[in-house]
T-cell receptor
Framework: EAGVTQFPSHSVIEKGQTVTLRCDPI?????LYWYRRVMGKEIKFLLH????????ESGMPNNRFLAERTGGTYSTLKVQPAELEDSGVYFC????????????FGQGTRLTVV | GESVGLHLPTLSVQEGDNSIINCAYS??????FIWYKQESGKGPQFIID?????DKRQGQRVTVLLNKTVKHLSLQIAATQPGDSAVYFC???????????FGSGTRLQVQP
């Protein structure tokens, strides 16, 4: 069974440009999460989807970030326009519904804004 | 791989020794705790979890201890191996919130 996959694995963009990250969760997982780790600090929560609905977006830093999960399958996270402080590793995770269940993480997308 | 955390605490142990990694949390409402292992270039990998109604849980070569009184969590790795070298994160959440709050991480270096 395929795990959580993220694309691209690396992205280098200039300040002011737009970047879209994609996450394909494990099939059948209704919960999908975005996290990021910037400047080598702790991993921080961005938002949580249940199917196509945003359940919790309290971690989204500002309105330059837009996450979507059309159809409740894969998700995209768009940063527009990108700023230098957006550089970091963006992780996606998915889990099944019901109680506290294990969240499986993707390998992450390393975003570098120059 | 991922960039090195400039201020990441590091634990260096000899191969075969036992390792203890500690984590403090602040939210007294947290009732679910997880330890993750992250190797370079990979995402966090689940190691072991524990719920707040327990104070100890054992897995294969790993033990998690929870002290709710002082809000402290530890991960013990028995007979540490070179393959255990990674960054270890504790994470927590509470009933009604699925998002995880991560600790800052500890880098474990195993010396052969």
């Amino acid at each position: 069974e395929a795990g959580v996959t993220q694309f691209p694995s690396h992205s280098v963009i200039e300040k002011g440009q737009t970047v879209t990250l994609r996450c394909d969760p494990i099939s059948g997982h209704d919960n999908l999460y975005w996290y990021r780790r910037v400047m080598g600090k702790e991993i921080k929560f961005l938002l949580h989807f249940v199917k196509e609905s945003k359940q919790d977006e309290s971690g989204m830093p500002n309105n330059r970030f837009l996450a979507e999960r059309t159809g409740g399958t894969y998700s995209t996270l768009k940063v527009q326009p990108a700023e230098l402080e957006d550089s970091g590793v963006y992780f996606c995770a998915s889990s099944q519904v019901g109680g506290n269940t294990e969240a499986f993480f993707g390998q992450g997308t390393r975003l570098t804004v120059v | 791989g991922e960039s090195v955390g400039l201020h990441l605490p590091t634990l260096s142990v000899q191969e075969g020794d036992n390792s203890i990694i500690n984590c403090a949390y602040s939210n007294s409402a947290s009732d679910y705790f997880i330890w993750y292992k992250q190797e370079s270039g990979k995402g966090p990998q689940f190691i072991i979890d524990i719920r707040s109604n327990m104070d100890k849980r054992q897995g294969q070569r790993v033990t998690v201890l929870l002290n709710k009184t002082v809000k402290h969590l530890s991960l013990q790795i028995a007979a540490t191996q070179p393959g255990d070298s990674a960054v270890y994160f504790c994470a927590e959440n509470y009933t009604g919130r699925r998002a995880l709050t991560f600790g800052s991480g500890t880098r474990l270096q195993v010396q052969p």
